[in-house]
């Protein structure tokens, strides 16, 4: 009997937003970052996840442009953004950023602070700034400076600066950990709606296994420059893959 074959249609499955392939950097000739390769699509918040010195700043900081990888490659909505020839400047790569010690700008007012990485109109501008305010719920504080308002205050600003030139990517290293742990929850649960509500591509590196496992849709678990197990937090929990990842987990508790 004879086979018939229907053509099938191309995948139609886009590039994903951020997509790091073998990223490898030595310091002093100690390899540092180690191979590592990672998909992350919008709307998804990825964890880099590890100890103290397993070089996650170095990864992030090599996708931001401030740091060049030794090898490997950043691929952004399917467009080589840097390899070893090629680099695209760091201005360029529709990045956001948000670190601990990632100061408010002091002489600048809230909206002055938001404001800085827009372009466009001055209503347009405005519009964003008062959008993003009312969504961290700080709109009563536009006109005010960063030192009239608490820590958790100026994350918050932070976070919608960040946001507000809608970037591709945030990269967000250790965002919260200068906040004191009763603020922490609230804060990690707002920047979550929030994200996710402007679409990006989110890759959070922290060394607490707790954040991770409250934010992230899928973990990656890092150790010695190297990714050892990647996954849904649940599984990277609940099934290390030896006895350091199971150290490390308990260690944290
Ligand atoms: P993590 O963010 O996971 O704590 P880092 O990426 O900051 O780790 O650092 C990984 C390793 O690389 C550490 O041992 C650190 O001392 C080293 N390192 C980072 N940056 C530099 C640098 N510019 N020069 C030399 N060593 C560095
Ligand atoms: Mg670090």
């Not at 290293?173 to 709606?193: A, K, M, V, Y």
């Not at 060394?207 to 496992?213: I, K, R």
Request: net charge negative.
């Amino acid at each position: 009997m004879e086979h018939v074959r229907t053509a099938q249609p191309a995948p139609t499955r886009s590039a994903p937003r951020l997509e790091i392939r073998n990223l490898t950097r030595r310091f002093h000739g100690r390899t540092v970052v180690d191979d590592v390769s990672l998909m992350i699509e919008p709307g998804q918040v990825t964890c880099l996840l590890g100890p103290s010195g397993c070089g996650k700043s170095t990864t992030l900081r090599m996708i931001a442009g401030v740091e060049m990888q030794d090898s490997g490659e950043i691929w952004v909505d399917g467009k080589l953004v840097c390899d070893t020839v090629f680099r695209v400047p760091p201005e360029r790569r529709e990045i956001g950023l948000m670190f601990q010690d990632f100061a408010l700008f002091p002489h600048l007012s809230v909206a002055g602070n938001v404001a800085y990485g827009l372009t466009g109109s001055r209503d347009d501008k405005r519009a964003r700034v008062e959008e993003l305010l009312r969504r961290v719920d700080l709109l009563q504080f536009i006109d005010g400076y960063p030192h009239q308002l608490s820590g958790g205050e100026q994350q918050r600003v932070a976070l919608a600066r960040a946001l507000a030139p809608r970037p591709r990517i945030m990269l967000m290293d250790e965002p919260f950990s200068g906040l004191d742990n009763r603020l922490r929850d609230g804060i990690r649960d707002e920047t979550l709606t929030l994200l996710k509500e402007e679409d990006t591509a989110v890759l959070l590196v922290t060394h607490e296994p707790e954040e991770a496992m409250r934010m992230a849709d899928e973990i990656a678990l890092m150790r010695d420059g190297r990714i050892v197990q990647q996954g849904a937090p649940y599984n990277v929990y609940t099934r290390p893959v030896d006895r350091a990842s199971v150290s490390f987990f308990s260690d944290a508790n």
